[in-house]
Structure formats: C-alpha cells, structure tokens
C-alpha cells in the first residue's frame, strides 16, 4: 500500500521514445540567416540535414523535456519531446523562444575580472586560468583570515549544483536561493505546517481534474507554468467552475465563472471568511475532517467571528458573492483545487495567509484528491559517491538562533543582512550563479552595500546583467543549449529521469557550470572532489547505478518510470508528516512559538494620498529579468508597461503608450514606461511585469526598456515565521516622464 | 479538392504567444517580424470585463484580394487545401497585397518579397500540423480540410459557436473563433 508522502521508484516503463536522427524537415519559404554573432571556430557539428537531439529547457526551472533540431549545423528550432511527463511535448513560448539564448549577440563571451570601481562595468577578457587562479588566491586569504565559512552562495536552477559541490569541499555551509525568501517560500512553511508536507515543484496541483478551480493572485497563462497552463486550459475546456481573485482581471479572469476584484493585501480576510461559510453551513467534508484534522474546534472557534459581513469592508467583495463562491466550491469537493500559487511574498504574513489556503483545501479535502493535490513521485537515482566534504567549523548564518524558526530552507536576505553586518560573523566572498541578484532581491541598496564588503564577487550567468556588473570576475557560462547539465529526477505525477546534453557548440568558448567548478577546485587543490574524467563519466556513474545508461538517455531525452496511485482514488493512502499525525487546523507548533495558530487578519498599511500600491507578475514570453535580450522573445515582448485603470487615466489625462516616470515612497524614480490604461485593473494599484528596465550596458538590446519594478520595491515587509520578504508594500504615484532627474 | 481552414478557441486561449513564436523559429521569421500574432479584445467596465483573446494571422480567403491584386502571379492560391502563398521569386515587392489585406497580415521580407503565413504547408505536405497549432499548449487550435465534415474543424464548427474577422470585407475568411 503506497502511502501519501514523497516516494521513490525506479520502475522503469518499456514507454520508448523515437528520437530519429536525420529526420527530413523541409525549409519554410523564409530561411534568412540568423543574426548570430560570429562564432570563434567553425561548429564541429556541421553535418548536412537535419539532426534532432533531445535535452531538456533551462529557460525557466520548470525543466520540460525537449527535441532540439539542427539543420545543416545551425540550431533550427526546439519543440516539446511527447516522452516528457511536463512538456507533454510541447514546450511554452519562453521554451520555444530557447534557441535565441544560443544566437543572443549581447551573451557573455570570455572571463572577466574587473578593472575600475565595481558597478562600473570595465573589465579586462582573461584566460580561464588567470580567472580560476585569481579566485582561488583571493579565497585562500580569505579562508586563512575569516575562515571557509565566509564564503556564501546563491543559486538558481539545477546548473549550480556542481559550483556548490566545490564550496562545499572548501568549507562553507552558505548557501542560498532567492526562490525561498523572495517567492515560494511562505507557501511552503504554510503548507508544511498543516499538511507535513510542501506542494513541491512542478506543484502537486491536479489541475485537469478540478471541477472548481480558485486562483488568488495567480495568473496562469500568464504565469507560464507549462504543465499548469496546459492542465489550466484543460480544465477550462472541460466546464470547470473557476473562480479568480485579483486586483487585476488577469487572464485567467477571463476564464472565471466569479471574478472577484479584490481590494490588495485582504485575501487572509477572504480566506477566513470562505472557511466561515463552509464551517457556519456545515458545508465542509465532515468525515475528511473528523479522519484526518486535529485541532478543529478551535479553529471553528478562532473563525466564528469572520463572518463575510466582517470580510466585506476589508476586501470589498459583497458578502453574497463570498456566501455564494463559498458554496460553489463546497459543490465540487473533494475535486475543488485552492491554487497555492507560487510567488508568495506579498505582505510579510504571506506564510499564515498560505496557511489559511492550506485550511481552505482541508475543509474542501482536496489533500489527497483527485482533482485537488495528487501524491508525486520520482526516481530513485543515487547520487554520486563523492569524498565527505570537511565539516564547517561556524553554523550556516542566514538566519543566526532559528530567528525565523519555520525556515526550512536558507534566506537569502539573511546572507545579505550578515555580508552587512558582519555578524554573526563577516561574508567576505559571494558567488552567484544564474540569479540577478540586484532584481531578485529586494532593495537594490542593500544588496549593493552587502556587495561593498565583499572581497570577492563571482557571477556565473549566460548575459551581463546587473548582478555581473558589479562582479569582480565573470564567468560566461554555455547556455543549455551547449551543456551537459545534472539528471533531471524530479517529483512529479509519474517518475522519470531527463538528461540534458549539448546540441550545438558554444560560440565562443563559454563553458558549461560543471567545467568551471571541477577546474575551480582543481585550482583550489580539491581535485579529489572531482574523481570523475568529465560530466559524461559522472552521469554515467550515477545512471547505471540506477540500472539505466547514459547512451540510452542520449538517445531519448527522458526515461519514465512506472506510475504509481496518485489519489485516493486510485489507490493511495493518506499520511501527514505533522507533529500530531494529521491536518493541523490548530497547530501547537505555532503556538508554542508565540505565533498565532489559526491564521488572524491584520490590516495592512495603505499608501500615501494619491499613491498607487505598485503589484507585478509574469509574461509568457519572458522568465525574471533573464530573457529580455533573447532577440525571439524581444520581438514578442520589448518592454513592459504599467497597467493604470482606464477611468484614472483619463482623471489624470494619460492614454494608453503615454510614457510616464514613477516615483515610489521614498523617492526612488523608475526608468521610463509606457501606460496602459486599462479596464483591467482596479483604481488602487498599477501593475508591472517583472524583469524589464535593464541599467546594465552590456545588455544592449535591452538597457532602458521598460521600467524595473525591482527598483522600486525599497521596503519589504518580513515573514517573522519564515524570513521571507513582503514585497507588494510599496506605493508609487505617476509622472511626466520629464520629472526623472 | 481539400480547403485547407483553422478553428481557434478563445475560450481556451490565454494569449501566451507560443503559436508566434514557434512559427517564428519554424520558418525563420526574421527580427521585427511575425507572420502570426495576439489579439487581446477588451470590452466592459472593470470590474464587469470581457475578454476575447485571438491568435491572428493569413486568413486564406476564399476570395483573396492579395491573390487578385498581384501583377506577377506571385501570390497565387495553392493546389494543396487552396492556401495562398507567395512565390518569393515572383514577387517584385511592389506592396500591393500588403494594402489589399485587409487583416494586416503580409509584411515586406527584409529580402524584398511579400512575406505572411503559410500554413505551415512544408509541414502539412508531410502530414504534419502547423506549427503555431502543433506548439500551443492550451489545444485551442485546429487545423483541417473545411470540405470534410468529419473533420476536427468542421466538427468544431457544427457544433460550437463562432465567427470570422471583417466578414463584411467580402474575402471569405477562413479562419474562425470558436467562442
């Protein structure tokens, strides 16, 4: 009997994947020739006709299995592989769009160590040698003044796994990622809290099966999730009840059966009031809750005074439509989906917020159902038996006496805080890889000051963002159409195995990830951390320990394993990893630590008079601030827009292309940006999409386009269960764009 | 004789662009051109808003203005599924089907010829889907023989509601909107 928890398989399916080589693929009428830069040495890979090799994207992290075509040598074209489980075999725009990272002519080319102030961007080109011995000189001294521990790093994506290899042979336990503290982490303590157990990603959402489907702030479709929007669509074509909450009528919206314009930072009222109805007109699943909840009389108790009637001057939904959605969802149960979402960092109670969805999804017994939360499962591939690594003589410091004790995993900010302070003791060295720490963070001034004790900055990143312009060394990494990468064993609806693998060349000698890092601790004299030749020796060992090859995943991209009972329904058992066994409505855990153990609402600070409160999100063709000079998904996208209700607009005579300037509350002034007034938001906010108002001039294509709502975000308001950073609390008001000064 | 047609669902469609992008690497559509593109029409008052969400391209009308108005016999309508299409050695770039269209859909290649949507013909002659409706990852798009009536789209079309763009232009369009 398979129980509801992560498990692990390694069944492996006879599902084969035909991957034909030399494939004829006619040429479309328009075959111009790319705008590439010009490579160093001609591509190895010139073979005539078209070659079709399977890998898996790196565009964002959501890793979908793909089939990369070359046609006579130059990359054509990348589509989705039909073996992979994500992709479904057909990748998102931003997959789609991939091949433009590899012909992108503002991408990294060659080391770099800087020459003038930092943020100045003056380096001079070295040699990979003079590179890895200029770091390795400047760690010693540090390891030998402050100790190896003073050394951190911040990662996103599967690609920083072999650098934190490496440091973590030297000695640090430092290590952080701002997909935590700047995003998903509140969701997860919130979830882990009630449930034992995180939603994971790729979520555990069994979106196709909802018959109801709640979205609060989460646009997909927008929010370019491939599986999600693919499972989203489908449910939408299937007649599923959606019900969307949002300032902004998103996308999704559109889809909604009830569109509820919510007033920003009151969806905890919402939520309480929505499990009010459900408790006050016994409309709950009685027996999922009396099996599997502990503590539900209290929490019955905590919301009897959150009727919708108390919901309603807060979040400004008529309390006949909170009565009436309520019921809708009860309707469906258990196959009524409270969408976690995933960037969750908004008011700085994002975790007890996450919590009242969690209790939302309980009272519904979605947990475990089909149609609600499905139980995942992977692989079973051993890692790779390397040396123990030496034992850190100072505890990791980002968040120094459990000051957020429900962290399960490192704040970012915290790393940042103590680079600052120096305690509880000094950072002296950063490493980054693949994150633009100046707009992943919030306050760009902090993280600038963090970086002026530094001794030492390392990026690792494919462009020149912002983060590598105040680097001391750059190393240009292989985009991954050019790389072998770590397995993608991933916990998902059925367990499988992805390779990625080089289609075509790197242009000019960008290296792949694992290549800097075995050579960087070579440099370090920690050769005997990298026993292995190359990475194909390395995927090899751990491939065949898990009874496959790595011949055979060259060949089809993905290896799927056998499926297992994902719901109830189909045979799956219910288990919860929380202290008392079961779905915590009251959690003695919170309470012990002077936390409130069912979720109360708290008003949140408004704005100054005449201030909009400044909210973002995602477009389809875009991830964070990596792709906007990918010249593909440029031409989809070029610059964001700040979106201002139509009826405002017009009170303040701007139109829709009208470029105006915003000023947040600390007198922080943005680039430049184009309005879009718009009967799609409501009165008190604006909205940006992330990622845009590039300041650094290497990103030619891109510097200058739209306005950064990074920048903007000067305060942040933090998590005091988790350490996570707030980030929807601040407000802009609108200017000429002259005003910038 | 097939006639070549597509049905798009607007109510599955969420706008991602996928279909312009993939059309943009399957063809090699050059920077600062698309041969395919979004529509998102906004009507209502917040927060009572509606939304149709279309991706837009060649309609391969019937009655094609572009086909009519070419002096070269560049643009021409194909024996297969009677696509229009331009045979860019023909073509003198002389723009005039570029103004007879009129859904936009035809730009001048930075090569000098007219330029637009092909269907994806070199991919449905080896029974292949479009790529735009091959990519897209809602399935809100379909591609078939508008004289089959056991065909997905004329299935489709039997049995949901829809419409055209300018149907008054008098071009027979023959892409439709599944709403």
Redesign the interface.
């Known amino acids: 009997m398979s129980t509801y928890s992560r498990r692990k398989f390694l069944k492996i399916s006879a599902a084969t994947v035909t991957v034909a080589s030399g494939a004829a693929g006619a040429a479309g009428a328009a075959a111009s020739a790319k705008a590439a830069a010009a490579p160093d040495k001609p591509s190895k890979r010139a073979a005539q006709g078209v070659q079709r090799i399977p890998t898996y994207c790196d565009i964002c992290f959501w890793k979908c299995g793909a089939i990369a075509s070359v046609r006579d040598g130059v990359l054509w074209k990348i589509e989705g592989n039909p073996e992979d489980p994500l992709s479904r075999g057909r990748l998102c725009p931003r997959g789609t769009g991939g091949i433009g990272a590899h012909f992108d002519p503002d991408r990294l080319k060659r080391p770099l160590i800087r020459k003038q102030e930092r943020g100045q961007e003056v380096w001079a080109e070295v040699s990979w040698d003079e590179a890895f011995a200029y770091i390795a000189t400047k760690m010693h001294a540090i390891k030998e003044t402050y100790g190896p521990e003073s050394v951190a790093m911040f990662a996103h994506g599967i690609g920083g796994n072999f650098l934190k290899h490496t440091l973590k042979a030297f000695g640090t336990p430092n290590f952080a990622a701002p997909s935590f503290a700047q995003c998903r982490g509140p969701r997860d303590v919130g979830f882990r809290l009630t449930f034992g157990e995180d939603v994971g990603s790729p979520e555990r959402t069994d979106i196709k099966n909802a018959q109801c489907l709640v979205l609060i702030g989460s646009h997909l479709g927008e929010n370019m999730h491939n599986s999600q929007v693919q499972e989203f669509a489908e449910a939408v074509g299937n007649g599923a009840s959606i019900i969307v909450v949002d300032p902004r009528f998103s996308v999704a919206a559109s889809k909604a059966r009830h569109y509820l314009p919510i007033k920003p930072g009151t969806d905890l009222a919402l939520l309480l009031a929505w499990m009010h109805v459900l408790v006050e007109e016994g409309l709950y699943d009685k027996e999922y809750v009396a099996a599997h909840g502990f503590g539900f009389d209290q929490f019955a108790a905590r919301i009897a005074s959150c009727t919708p009637e108390w919901a309603y001057p807060e979040t400004g939904i008529d309390p006949a439509v909170i009565r009436e959605t309520a019921r809708e969802m009860a309707r469906h149960r258990p196959a009524t989906l409270v969408h976690p979402g995933r960037h969750a960092t908004w008011y700085g109670d994002d975790t007890q917020r996450s919590r009242a969805v969690a209790l939302l999804n309980a009272l519904l017994g979605s947990w475990g159902h089909k149609g609600g939360f499905y139980a995942p499962s992977s692989m079973d591939v051993p890692g790779y038996p390397y040396p123990a690594y030496p034992k850190p003589a100072k505890p990791k410091l980002d968040n120094p006496g459990m000051r957020y004790p429900f962290a399960h995993e490192a704040i970012s900010t915290g790393i940042r805080e103590a680079t600052i302070t120096g305690a509880p003791y000094p950072i002296k060295a950063w490493f980054t890889y693949a994150t633009n720490l100046i707009q992943a963070l919030p306050n760009e001034d902090e993280t600038i000051k963090a970086i002026k004790n530094l001794d030492l900055l390392v990026v690792v990143d494919v462009i020149p963002n912002e983060i590598a312009g105040w680097a001391d060394v750059v190393l240009p990494e292989a985009v991954y159409l050019e790389r072998f990468d770590d397995l993608n064993v991933e916990l998902f609806r059925e367990p499988f195995v992805a390779l990625r693998q080089p289609v075509v060349d790197a242009p000019h000698g960008q290296k792949p990830n694992w290549w800097m890092a075995k050579k960087l601790a070579e440099t370090l004299g920690l050769a005997q951390y990298y026993p292995w030749k190359d990475i194909e020796e390395y995927l090899d060992h751990r491939l065949t320990a898990a009874g496959m090859s790595l011949a055979d995943l060259k060949t089809r991209g993905i290896v799927r394993g056998a499926p297992q009972p994902t719901v109830v329904e189909e045979g799956a058992s219910l288990a919860f990893e929380t202290p008392s066994g079961k779905i915590e409505f009251y959690s003695l855990q919170l309470e012990k630590a002077g936390f409130d153990p069912v979720p109360v609402y708290t008003r949140h600070a408004e704005g100054p008079p005449a201030s909009f409160r400044l909210l973002f999100g995602r477009s389809p063709v875009h991830s964070f601030s990596r792709t906007q000079s990918n010249r593909i998904l440029s031409d989809m996208m070029d610059e964001n827009e700040v979106w201002l209700n139509a009826d405002m607009a017009r009170r303040m005579d701007l139109k829709s292309g009208d470029y105006v300037c915003l000023r947040n509350q600390d007198g922080v002034v943005s680039n430049r940006v184009r309005v879009k007034a718009t009967e799609r938001i409501r009165p008190d906010c604006v909205y940006m999409v992330h990622g845009f108002g590039h300041t650094a001039r290497g990103l030619k294509h891109a510097f200058g386009k739209g306005a950064s709502d990074s920048q903007l975000v000067t305060r942040y308001a933090t998590d005091p269960l988790m350490g996570g950073t707030g980030m929807n609390v601040n407000f802009v008001t609108i200017e000429p764009e002259a005003a910038r000064g | 004789m097939a006639r070549f047609g597509m049905a798009i669902?607007t109510?599955?469609c969420?706008?991602?662009?996928?279909c312009?992008?993939?059309c943009?690497?399957?063809?090699?559509?050059?920077?600062?051109f698309?041969r395919d593109w979004i529509t998102t029409e906004?009507t209502?008052?917040?927060?009572t808003?509606?939304?149709e969400?279309r991706s837009e391209r060649c309609n391969h009308c019937d009655d094609p203005p572009c086909v009519s108005c070419c002096p070269t016999g560049a643009s021409h309508v194909h024996d297969l599924g009677a696509v229009v299409?331009?045979d860019?050695d023909k073509c003198i770039g002389c723009k005039g089907c570029v103004a007879s269209c009129p859904y936009g859909a035809r730009f001048i290649?930075?090569?000098g010829y007219a330029?637009k949507c092909?269907f994806?013909i070199?991919?449905v002659?080896?029974g292949l889907l479009p790529a735009c409706v091959?990519?897209?990852?809602?399935?809100?798009m379909h591609f078939g023989d508008l004289d089959d009536p056991n065909s997905d789209v004329s299935t489709l079309l039997a049995s949901r509601r829809h419409h055209v763009l300018l149907p008054d232009a008098g071009t027979k369009p023959r892409i439709y909107y599944l709403t």
């Not at chain 2, 969420?14 to 996928?18: A, I, S, Y």
């Not at chain 2, 209502?44 to 927060?47: H, K, L």
């Open positions: 669902d109510v599955r969420v706008g991602c662009m996928d312009v992008v993939a943009k690497t399957e063809n090699s559509v050059p920077e600062g698309n906004v209502g008052t917040f927060p808003t509606h939304l969400i299409l331009v860019a290649h930075p090569d330029d092909t994806c070199h991919r002659e080896q091959a990519v897209c990852p809602t399935h809100c």
